[in-house]
Structures are given as structure tokens and as C-alpha cells.
């Protein structure tokens, strides 16, 4: 019972070919619209087997344990709704005459591989081959934040192809590094790059060679996943990529390189136990926090804010991973939680940018009379962001503060400060924007395009509150199960 | 009272939700959220009373998926008189809102603003009922955020967006501090139920039991605007709309005197040194002789109000504060006498405060201003609000036979009991804060003097003021049924106190009911009829008696005359608006004799005819005081945040090459660590 | 029971009937210093009588506030009154408040007078109101300090109490300073209170510093009959008050009739004195500019303070 | 013996980084790819791993002729002969350049015992070489040198792979080979629309984007 893990891989690079070879409009819509559907059920479909029977495994090559599925349904969700999205907003570009009917079917093509690739990436066995995927998807979106071809967005392209392909280099240099220790215990040959073999035999691997490889893979991946002092090029990126491309640089992306510097900390916990890496991973997550703390102040561009918010959010989810135990629950569930709402934050974003055509803070405000949906959707998205309740990273950002507490108090004291920090600018930011009145009129949205993208919006809002303070139970046995991968039991008095 | 409970929870929720089923209706809107709001809070009276008059704590949970939390509620006495409280202030703000959101249709969401208020009780309410840490932080999140978006009602005013951040953001802060002190809690019991909270396995250390106490101080105080963390308080509540303004100055700020209780006499099972009951009592008096002190030189009628929520809630905490000490020393009838008269006064506050909004709404209602200078005269206008503004401003001046008279007595009672205590420096120090609570409560006297004369009294000094009419019935009813309450509570104390002392009793390890009500209730003596007694009732019948008198003696003596009406004497000319006394010349003498606090300013500018310089054309004057903690405390602070940041726009430089080498260094400096 | 009532009664009816006396002695007392004849000792009396049977004249200007008030004020003075021990220690309203009620009850009408000053919509009375305003809320810290110095000594804040006590010699304290200190600090809160020189001067209408005269200005007939039957009272209680609390020996401290008649009798003499007093200081002393007038309430203040710290440094 | 065709490989390190003429880097860039092409043989023949020869084919084919003349081409069209001011100049650079090889040594010595006997060394070399590559990329300012730059980092993760570690399974080998391939064509083509949008290829004038 494998089909769904096949296809949740297999249907976006088809849906992406397929859009490249029809080039009607209507039609690639449809496609895009059943890859959606399909996406959405496989990942759900998977992530149901996993809660069953702990783990899929399709012939040696993709296996999915929980950490896995945890991905599949965040990328799952936030890319199926994510393409709704798109089929909305670059329609509109499309109406507006910004783009030819070649530039739409290959933007497309474009978006389904990246997203293949990264649903490939978190569900490869082998972890060479998963910093292939990786690196594929690297490559699609370093064409997708360049797509429309201003100075702004090849300079943001440049700077991303650039400072992630040395990253993803270092990673590879990790990668072999592991290898070079394991292959003496699992021989010459795949085995030896098989997460779930190094999982077995990591007590034996070399501590030193280790520590030496998570630290390249931390920075490698780490780069990828925006954590300062390797942040640089995020901001740009995300500014600059069209939105739908924003979002998904934002909610899967990064989220996916967290994956895989949690993959090579699973081992390094195992090898050098988890101090090493914890203490590294804190250190530089609280580094990350602050650093978008203080920039949210001076920001002058509403898409680069968000942009910021994300490098704060994957430092907060780091910083639960790097205490482990239930700070890992908090971690895998802040992820999700930031997905949600940080892709509705840029769904907002974006529908702000095609009515004004400026990315300009300053500009910006009355959106709540203005534009209900898009108001809305950076109201809800900031007010979430910010760490609030009903919403869950409320949640984790508690759970993280008591995890850092029992570990080490002033780590979470400077956790809280910098929290409060961030939600001061951070709403402050927001709220100037969706509140007052509005300023400039800016023209109107075409009708296919209202529906299709609140619609992503509507959903989203509806799934980031009713995950707010309720975890189902589903989703609490795979967090669980997650926290063990990492060898923490979960010691949780109600 | 589960069923109470759950018609509670049922009501509000129903308020919160039906509102926005009918978009665009906005008379369907508002009857609906606050028909159910009324129906809540008035199971939620009920569920108070039954809570107090209960036994045993009742207790209730659901149990969640979430690590440490669990929804968890718990009603003890406690929780049960705020409860009540709550619900009180609730009902009367509901049929209140019944007639005053109606100048609000066309310009604002009425289902947004209903069901805000709506969620806005029901936080309130489930934050004095939460039995779980976590539980707890996230409805005092929740009543936050909803009492934030309330505040900002009126968005499209830049005022009340700046004021909205500005609470936002204080309270945010105080959260932080709030969720530290939890934390130690936590950390002792490994788990976040308040049942550990109050019994951990192990005991908290001294050092840690300190930080608890500032941490909670600091976090609750923020929320009760004690001085210097009041500052939002002045901004955010009149910027609302006044039934919210009401419920967040009368009730809101009263959960963190909950707060504080719950933590100081719960977890730390009212175990402390003295310095801490002698802190609170030092925040106590500061708050309430600076609070209404600032409220003196309002003439915005609400901000006026909001600066006495200051002055009350440090009153409140005066009584606490002598509580606290008294407990530390093991003198538990004191002890519990002053927690008493905290608790009392707190319900009182949120009554006669809440009546207050509601007047000043009314006047807002009426005249679309909240300017003092631009009312006058409105009694003849509006007899109704006018009675009920005037029981409210004699009940927060205190005088007899009001409920606020009765507190402060209490208060004066408990500061006074302090020659029992074993240290000289407390023997002096309080009847020190009793003497600033006297200077507090004359200055209050006076502010009312003001708020009242100025607004009631005289000519109109406005076409506003010559057009106000009076107020729609259910404004109406709603501040009757507070001012009834007011005048209740201080003729009939002996209803509360027995209440109060369920209450206080727990915390404070006996009961002192017959200690404090003498002659079977009549007349209330703390705690001997030797030392002091009072009997509002007595002294309420004597003052109705005693002006009969009066009237008899004239008609005695005078026998039957007509008085005749005839126009003040102007010195010769015609009275006018403009020859009557200000706000502002009312309060000149306090404001010359109190420089030294205000720092007041004074821009006077005349423009002469040409022809001579005897004739003025026209004259501008402006005084403006020194909002010292805002000017010394918090500007300094934002502007070294925003430097700050501004000097660190360098790291993202925008050049690639420097980009490369944080990797790189990074890289470098983590191998060397490794290795 | 009966005899309770009797008693209210009768403590009422002499307070009644001594203040406009005591307002007389004191015009009386000063007109002989300023060698005038002044007007008879009865004259108040006079006065009040005819006030009562002139027709009143009511501002158009006004609301029921004004019409109100001098009933307000009257009761409250005269309950005030009745809290305390005139010339039978254990009064029986005793347990309807102790001293702090009393001070709350003279606010009230403080408070009500402010208002009725507004009320008419002329300057000078908004002009008393304010400076009502200043001194009332000076003068109470000073109060609040020195009444809570003596309660200290006789450890009760029931003036019946403290006055009983003190009649049969109880807890008297060996050393009288904290008691001088607290009475001097009384004497000057019970001359700006009751608005005598060199606080505010009675005899005035010139506008520049009347304070008391000014709230009242727009009073006429019935109505100013009853506010200046108040003012007389709620001097006459400052003056029981100093009389009974400091010295209140004669007073009947038991209900036989001979007990009552020197009771009664010592009364007079002591309220009487001190009136003679305060006509001498009223002629000794010019009035104070208003915001002088704050270091004098000071002064009180620092008395009653110091009161309290003697008290305690001499109990150890 | 493959140590000193690892040390070959570093040699030309050396000499890109202190070549300030582009066709120049390329062809070194070339020779080392050719370098690093006949050691992985070595290695093949040594421990007769037979893929790691299809590894070395790919090398030469990719590395050592595709690559290069892409690079040429892009040069040839942006006509930027020769670079004259760099962010470091040649001495210091080839001073850092030596501490990073020690650096290299340092860090890799706990972990070479662990190695085969028969490339002891070539790991530390293939570090070295990785921090080499990627500080050219620091130092130079054209584009095409931080793609050369970027190139030698790969050149030295391929000698980490095929001689301390005996190579990678095949597949993997391959899957690199494909995204270096695009890579390089990526940067290439952005290369291209930079030179058309900005007409310079000075990587350090792109810095409109920052706060």
C-alpha cells in the first residue's frame, strides 16, 4: 500500500511536464488544480499509513517515518493551496498583460518541479541523494525568484544562486564526510547513506568526524534555511520572487532545510549526544531571533517584513529542536503552524502588491476597509506571527520557553526578551498596515483572481485556527513519534 | 453549577458567534450579542453567588492534546466574588450597550463589535476561573487581544491607533514577566496545574520565591496600572467605546488584583517577609496619590476617569498591602481584615467606575465631545444621567453613606490596627499611607467637584452642551441598576462582608465575620466595637432625618415662601457662559500648590488692537504638565531601541562578497570550536 | 432605648442652640478688641430668624443641586455632630462612627457646598469652590495624622471612647507632648476648616479673599439661614471636638441628672473659652495670602507627624 | 601517489587564485579539473572501485571540457579580459590561502586515521581545496571567478568523495554531476541577463537590495 507515496512525488513533476506540453491556459489550470487535489490527499493519504504503521517504505530508495510525513503534510498542504494561489495570481498577471502565454506555462512547470523536488527531498531514504533533491530544488527556485526579469529580482537571484550553492556545497562536503566514517561499518555502497542504517549504527560512527560533518551540514543546510549570520540572501529572495514563489520559499523551503540539518542531528545526538548540536543550534537560533527582532523596526518593505518574520519563526523552531524533548513536539509544530500562517501572510502580501504595484510599507494602510480579504489575511497571519493566541505558535513558543527554562534559564530569558522584542515591532508593522485608513486606490482585482485566491486564503485561516489550540490526535502520535527519533521520551504531566 | 456554567460559557459563545450570521443587519446584531451577553453575565452573577456561598471549591477540566495544558477550571471563593463581579459590571454594560452602540451603525462592524465584547467577558470570566498556568496565559492572552481590538473601535482616528499599540504593546511586555513567574512555579512542580502551583514537591527557594514576587508584581501591575507602569492606562481606555471603556477600567484591570491574590496568598501560601507587604503598600499609595493627582488636570472627561482607576487600584492595593504585611507578622484577624477591605473596595471601584463610563458615554452620546469645558448645565438637560453620574462621583469620593466610603474606612481601620505591629518603621509607616490615602481621597473629592460641577452644573458652555438630550432607556437602566448597586453595597454592608470574608478567610487562615460585623450586622467594628465602629445605615437614616429637620426648622420658622427665581448677578452685565469659572481656573490653586509634580507650562499669547495696546484682540492661553514617566522612562527607551536598530542596518550591507565571508567566518570559527 | 433617643435629642437641641452663640461671642469678643460695642451676643440668632422668614431669591441659573444643598449641609453637619460626646461621654450615637466618619461627614458637605458654588454660574463661586478645594484637601492629611495620634494613647478611634477614657483618667500618658503636639496641629486644621482668620475671614466679601463667603454668595432667605446655621455648627464641633478630646473632664461620664447639669454647664464653659480664643486670634493675626496658607497646613502636618513619632519613640 | 595528485590539485589552487587573467583561471580551472580526473582513476585502479572510472570520464567530460567552454563563451561576450582590483590583493590572498590549508591539516587530524591508508592525506587536501574555492569567491569581484571560484569548491568535494571516501555510490556521483551541470548553466544564464540588465558583471555593484 505504497501508491500514495509514489504519487504524492511523482504527480507534481507530471503536472509540471504536462503544463509545458499543453499550453492553453484553461488547461494548465485544470492541471494545476488536480495537482493540488492530488498532493493534498497522497500527503494525507501518507501521512494516515505513517500514523498506522510508524512507517512507508517504497523499495530502498523513499521511505517516510514521521518526521517525514509531518513534512509531506506541511509541504503537501501549503503547496496544494500554494498552487491555488498561483493559478490566481499569475492568472492576473496574465490578464494584465505582464506575462506571455509561454512565460505562464513554463512559470508552471517551473513551480510543480520545485515542488516535486522538495516532496522528493523529504521522503528519500538516502541522504545524498536527498541533497540532490535539495539541491534540484534549489536550482528551480533560483529561476523562480529571477522569473520576472527586473534589476531588483536578478540581483535577489544572483545573490540566492550564489550564497546557496556554496552552502548546499559544504552540506554535500557534510554528506561525504558521514559517509566516510559510516562506510567502514555499512561498506562501500548505498547502505551507508541510508538515514535509517546510520540511525542503528551512529553509537559506532566516529565522534570527531561527526561533529565535523553536522557542522558543515549545519551551515550548509542552515543556509538554506535562513539562520543568521547565513540569512543574507532571504530578505531579497523573498522580496523580490513573485509571491505564490515568496510563500513557498518561506513555508516549505525553509522548512524542508530544517529538515535536513534535524536528519544529520538525529545521528549527531546519537554519536555525541545531544549537547553538541543542541548548544550550536540554540546559540545560533537565538542569533537568528534577534536579528529579525531589530530589522522588523526598520523595514520599509511589507514583503521583506515577512521575510524576517520567517527567519525569527525557523529560529524559534530550532531553538525548541536544539533543547530536545518536548521542545522538539514544539518545534515540529511551530513549523507548521509558521507554514500556515506565514503562506497566508505572503498570500495578503500579495494581493496587496498587485493592487498597488509597490512593495512600500509606508504606503500601505486601511487594508481592513480596503481590501477585506487581504487585510484579513495579514491581520490574522500577524496576529498569529506574533505569537498570540488562538493560534498554535503561541503554543510552541510557551512550550519552547518552559523546555529552555528546565534546560538553561537564561536562555530563556533572552528567548522572552527578544520574543517581546519581535512582537513589538512585528505588529507594529502589521497593524500600521491593516488598520486606519486606506491611502492610495490602486486598481482593482480581476474576479478570477478574488476567487481563487481567497479561497487559498479562507482555507488557510481556517486550518491555522483550528489547529490553534488543539492538536488532533493524529498529528499529536506523529509528534511523538518525531520526539523519538531524536531519543527524548515524552515526559508531559497534563 | 456546571449547568451554570455551561449557560455561561453557552451565552457568550452564542454572543460571539450569531452577531456575525447576519452581516449588515445592525439592530438584529445588536440585540442578539448583547441579549446573550446579558444572559451570560446574569448566569454568571448567579454562578458567583453559588460559588461564594459554596462549601467546596468546585472544579471542572477537559483535558487537551497539548503538553501541560489542560482547560481546567476552579471556583473557589475567590475566583466566585470576581466572577460575580465580573457579571455585574457585565450586565449592566450589556443593556447599556443595547442603546449606546446605535451611534455606532454604519460606521462600525456591529457584529465585529459585538461579538469582540462578547469574547471580551468571556476571557475575563475564564481568566479568574483557570486552574491550569497555561490555560490561564492563554485567556489573559486572549483578553488582551479582544480588549486590544476593542480599543480600536474607532480605527480610522490616528489617537486611537496610537493608544491601542501603546497598550498592546505594555500589556505584551507585562505577559512576559507573567509567563517567567509561572515558569519558577514550574520549574519546582514539573507541571503547570495550579494545584502543583500551590503545593509543589519541593519548596521554592528563598531567592526564587522573590523573583516570583517581582516577576508577578511587574507582570499583574502592568495590567492594573500601578505607577509607572499606568501609562497606557490614560490612552487606552477612553479611546475605546465607553461600555468598553467601562468594562476594562472597572473589571479588566481588576483581574490582576485576582492575579496578585491568587499568587501572594495562594502559590506562595502567604508566606513572606514584610518588605514585600510593604512594597506593595508603597506601589499602593504612589499609584494612588499620583493617580489622582493626573486626573485632577484632565478635562477629558475619560481620560479624568482612567486616571482614577489609577488612584483606586493603588488604593486596593494599600489594603493588600497591609494585609501582607500584618500576615507576615502572624497577625491573622489584620491580616485578613485588610485583604477584606481590598476585596471590597475593588467591588466597589468596579461598580461606581463602571457607572461613571457609562455616564461619561452618555454625555459622549449626547454631546459628541468629551471635553469638560465644552458641557455645563447638562442636569437640567439630562436629570436621569445626571442623578446617576452624581451617586457614582460621591461613591468614588467616598463619602457617607456610599460604598466607596465604606472600603476606604476599612482601609483607614486596617492602616490604622498597625500600633499591634512589632517594628516602630511600620508603626509610622502606615499611618503615613493612611494620611496620603486622606490627601487621595480629598484630591478625588475635589476632582469630582470639578467633573460634576463643571459638566452638570451652570450654563452650557457649548452648543453641544445647549443641544444634549437625554439618553435612551437602556442607557438609562443600565446605569441605574450600578448606581442602585452603589448605594447597596454602602447601606448594606453587611451583606458583602460576610461574602468577603468566605473570601479573605482561606487566604489569611481565619474568619473574621463576627470580629468585624457588630450588633447583629448593624454596624460594622474591626475589630472591636472599642477601637472603631461604623453603621452606614444608622449614619444614612440620621443625614434623611436630620434634613427633614432641616426643612421642618424652616418652614417653622419661616413658614411658608415661595422663593422667587431670578438671573445671577454678573456685576451688573448679563452672565454669559464664558464669565463662568473653568475647569482649568478650578484647579489652578492644586496645580500652583503641587508644581513641583506637574511641571507645568504655561503659553499665554495676546494680540492688540492696533489703535492701543490696552485692548486685547484676542488671547490664547495653553498650560500643558509634564507627563514625567513618559518623558524620563519610556521615550528614552524607544528611542535607544530605534537607534539601535538603525545602526544595525549595516550587517545587511546588500554586498555579496561580505555575505560570503559571515558563511565563511562562520564556518571557520564553529570548525575551531569543534575540533 | 427611650433614653438614647432622649439623649440625640437633647444633644442635638444644645448644638442647635449653642452655635449661633458661639458665632456672636466671637463677633462680640473681637468688636470689644477693636474697641467697638459690636452687636449683642444673641445677634446670630436674630439674624437667623429673619433669614428664615425672607423670601429666598434662586438663580435661574441653577438646578435641584442648589435648592438641595443647604438640607445636605445642614444634616451632615449636624450629624457629625452627633458622633461625638458633647457633654455626655458615652453619646449613644457613638457606634454610627467613629472620627473618621465624622471627617467624612463634614466632607460631604464640603463636597455638596463646591457643587452649589458651581451651580450659579458666577465666578466668585466657582472661585470659592476651587479654594474650598486647596485647603479642604490640605488640611485632611494633618487630620487624618493628629486624630490618630490620640486615638494611639487611649487605643480607639471611637471619639466617645477616647473622651470616656480620658474623663476617668485612663491610659493617660505620662508625657503630654504627642497630645500637645496633636492639638496644636487639631487647632489649626479646625481654623481652616471652619474658615476663620488667618485662613479666610468670615466678616469678608471682597472677592479677592473671601473663600467660604464665595461659595455662599448667590444664598439668600431660608436657604442662607441654613448654610450659616451649619457653618456656626461645624465650628461649634471643631471646638467640642478640641474641648472634649483634650480636656474633657466635667463631662458626665454616668446619666444622673447632677452628672448632666455640670456636664452641660462645663461644656458651655470650655466651647465658650475657646471661642474667647479664637475672637483674640482672629484680632492678632492678619489673613494669610491663599497659597501661604499651605505652609501653615504644613506646618500642621509635620505637627501631627511628630505627634505620632514622640508617641512612639516614648513607648519604645 | 594519490597524495601527490591531490597536491597537484592544490597547486593549481594556488595559481587561480593568484591569476588575475579570466582565460587564464579557466584553463587552470581546466588543468585541474584534469588533475583531479586522472587521481580518481588512480583511485579506481588502486582499490579496482570500478564506477569511480565513470566518475573520472564525467569529470573530464564536464568538468574539464563543457565547463570550461561555457566559461570561455561567456567571457568571450562580456569581453572583461583580465581583473585588475580584486577585495584582497594576490600576496595576502595566497598568505590566507596557506593558513587555510593548515587550518585544513588541523581540523581533518582526528579524523584521517579513520581514512584508508592509501589517501591518508587527501581529505585534509580536499578541505583545503573546498576553503580555497570559496575564498576566491570571497576575494574576486567578476563574475565568472566566483563561478571558478565556486567550481574548484566542487572540485574539491569530488576529490573528498572519490578519494578519501573511495568514491560514492554511482547513482549519487551521477545526481551530482547532473546538478553541477545546471548549475553551472544556471549561473551562466544569470550571469548573461546581469550583463544585459546592469552591463557589468561586477558582482560587487549589485547592492541596491539591503536595508
Known sequence: ??????????????????????????????????QAGAILAAAALVAGHVIAAGEVSVGGFLRTDALSAWLDLIIGFVGAIGTLYAVGYVGEEMDRAHLSGRRYSQFFCLFDLYLGAMLLAVNLENIAIMWIAIEGSTLSAALLIGFDRSKAALEAGWKYVILSSVGIALALFGTILVYYSSEHILGVSNEALRWSQLYRVAEELDPAAIKVAFIFSLIGYGTKAGIAPMHTWLPDAHAEAPTPISAMLSANMLTLAVYAILRFKAVTDRTVGPEFAGNLIIGLALLSIAVSATFFLVQKDYKRLFAYSSIEHIGIALLGFGIGGFGVFAGAWHLMNHALAKSTAFYGAGLVFLRYHHKSLDRVTGLLSQMPIAGTAILVAGVALAGLPPFGLFISEVLIAIGAYRAKPEVTYVFLALLALAFVTLLYQVLRMTLGTPGEAGTALGKQCRIFTSAAVGINIVALGTIGLYVPPGLETLLTSIVKIFGGGMETPR | ?????????????????????????????????????????????LLGVTGLLAPEPWTASAQSTVPFLSFAVRLDSLAAFFVLTISLAGLATSIFALGYVTEFYGR???????????????????????????????????????????????????????????????????????????????????????????????????GMRTLAFLMALIGFGTKAGIVPLHVWLPYAHPAAPSHISALMSGVMIKTAIYALIRVYFDFLGGQFPWWWGFVVLLVGATSALLGVMYALMEHDLKRLLAFHSVENIGIILLGIGAGMIFQSYGLKELAALGLLAGLYHTINHAMFKALL?????????????????????????????????????????????????????????????????????LKLMLPIAAAILALTSVLALACFAKAFGISFLALPRSAHARRAEEVPVPMRVGMALLASICVALGVAPMVMVPLLDRVAAPFAGMSIEGKVLAMDGWALAPVNVEFSSLSTPALALLLVALSMLGLGLAVALGGRVKSRRYKTWGCGINLTPRMEYTATGFVQPIKRVFSTIYQPTVKLETEFLEESRYFAKRRHFEFHIEPIFQTYLYDPLVVFFTTMADRLRVIQAGSLHLYLTYIFVTLIVLLLLAV | MWQAIILVVAQ??????????????????????????????????????????????????????????????????????????????????????????????????????????????????????????????????????????????????????????????????????????????????????????????????????????????????????????????????????????????????????????VGLATYLVKVSGLAVLIGVTESMFAKLRLFRVTDLLGVAFILALLGLVFFYVLRG | MVDLGSALLLLTCFAIVAQRRLSACVDLFALQSVFLALTAALVAFLTGIHHIYIAAALTIVIKAVIIPRI??????????????????????????????VILAFFITQPIIPLGFLLTRDSLAIALAIILIGFFTMIARKKAVTQVIGFLVMENGLFLGAAAAAYGMPLIVELGVFFDVLVGALIIGIYSHRLQDAFDSVDTSKLTTLKE
Not at chain 3, 441654613?226 to 471646638?239: I, M, N, Q, R
Open chain 2, 1 to 45: 453549577m456546571l449547568n451554570l456554567f455551561l449557560l455561561l460559557l453557552a451565552g457568550y459563545v452564542a454572543g460571539l458567534l450569531l452577531p456575525l450570521c447576519f452581516p449588515a443587519k445592525p439592530s438584529i446584531q445588536n440585540i442578539l450579542a448583547h441579549g446573550f451577553a446579558g444572559l451570560a453575565s446574569g448566569a454568571g452573577i
Open chain 2, 357 to 425: 463610563f457609562l455616564g461619561a458615554g452618555s454625555l459622549l452620546y449626547a454631546t459628541h465631545t468629551r471635553n469638560l469645558e465644552e458641557y455645563g448645565g447638562l442636569l437640567r438637560r439630562m436629570p436621569w444621567t445626571g442623578a446617576f453620574f452624581l451617586i457614582g462621583a460621591v461613591s468614588i469620593s467616598a463619602l457617607p453613606p456610599t460604598n466607596g466610603f465604606v472600603s476606604e474606612w476599612l482601609v483607614f481601620q486596617s492602616l490604622f490596627l498597625s500600633f499591634q505591629l512589632p517594628t516602630v518603621f
Open chain 2, 108 to 206: 462600525v462592524s456591529l457584529g465585529a463589535l459585538g461579538s469582540l465584547f462578547n469574547g471580551f467577558l468571556l476571557s475575563m470570566t475564564l481568566v479568574v476561573l483557570a486552574d491550569n498556568g497555561f490555560f490561564f496565559l492563554i485567556v489573559w492572552e486572549l483578553m488582551s487581544l479582544l480588549s486590544y481590538f476593542l480599543v480600536v473601535t474607532e480605527h480610522e482616528k490616528a489617537e486611537v491607533r496610537y493608544a491601542g499599540l501603546f497598550y498592546f504593546i505594555m500589556t505584551h511586555v507585562g505577559t512576559a514577566f507573567i509567563i517567567l513567574a509561572f515558569l519558577i512555579f514550574f520549574q519546582a512542580g514539573g507541571s503547570f496545574s495550579f494545584e502543583t502551583f500551590r503545593h509543589p514537591p519541593q519548596p521554592l527557594p528563598e
Open chain 3, 12 to 261: 442635638t437641641a444644645v448644638l442647635l442652640a449653642v452655635s449661633p452663640f458661639i458665632v456672636g461671642l466671637i463677633r462680640k469678643v473681637k468688636a470689644r478688641l477693636q474697641l467697638r460695642r459690636g452687636a449683642s451676643v444673641l445677634q446670630p440668632y436674630a439674624d437667623l430668624a429673619k433669614l428664615f422668614r425672607k423670601q429666598p431669591v434662586v438663580s435661574t441659573t441653577t438646578s435641584w443641586i442648589f435648592t438641595a444643598t443647604p438640607y445636605i449641609l445642614f444634616a451632615s453637619t449636624l450629624a457629625a455632630g452627633l458622633l461625638m460626646p458633647v457633654f455626655v461621654s458615652r453619646t449613644p450615637l457613638a457606634f454610627a462612627g467613629n472620627i473618621i466618619a465624622l471627617v467624612y461627614l463634614l466632607a460631604l458637605g464640603t463636597f455638596f457646598l463646591m457643587l452649589a458654588g458651581l451651580d450659579a454660574g458666577s465666578a466668585f463661586g466657582g472661585m470659592g469652590s476651587s479654594r474650598e478645594a486647596i485647603v479642604a484637601s490640605l488640611t485632611e492629611p494633618a487630620m487624618i495624622l493628629s486624630i490618630f495620634a490620640i486615638a494611639l494613647t487611649k487605643g480607639s478611634t471611637n471619639l466617645s471612647t477616647i473622651v470616656h477614657k480620658t474623663a476617668l483618667l485612663e491610659g493617660i500618658v505620662t508625657d503630654p507632648s504627642p497630645y500637645l503636639m496633636a492639638l496644636a496641629a487639631l487647632s489649626i486644621v479646625a481654623i481652616a476648616e471652619t474658615g476663620r482668620v488667618p485662613v479666610d475671614n468670615p466678616a469678608t466679601h471682597l472677592e479677592l479673599t473671601m473663600i467660604h463667603e464665595a461659595m455662599i454668595l448667590e444664598y439668600s432667605g431660608r436657604y442662607l439661614a441654613l448654610v450659616e446655621w451649619a457653618a456656626g455648627l461645624k465650628l461649634l464641633v471643631f471646638l467640642t471636638l478640641i474641648a472634649n478630646v483634650f480636656a474633657p473632664w466635667g463631662i458626665a461620664t454616668s446619666l444622673e441628672p447632677t452628672a448632666l447639669g
Open chain 4, 71 to 100: 566559461l570561455k563563451q561567456v567571457i568571450e561576450r562580456l569581453n572583461v579580459k583580465r581583473e585588475l582590483q580584486m577585495n584582497v590583493n594576490v600576496p595576502t590572498g595566497l598568505l590566507i590561502c596557506g593558513a587555510l
Open chain 1, 1 to 34: 500500500m505504497s501508491w500514495p507515496l509514489v504519487l504524492l512525488v511523482t504527480a507534481p513533476v507530471m503536472a509540471g511536464l504536462g503544463s509545458l506540453l499543453v499550453r492553453q491556459r484553461r488547461a494548465i489550470e485544470v492541471l494545476q488544480c488536480a
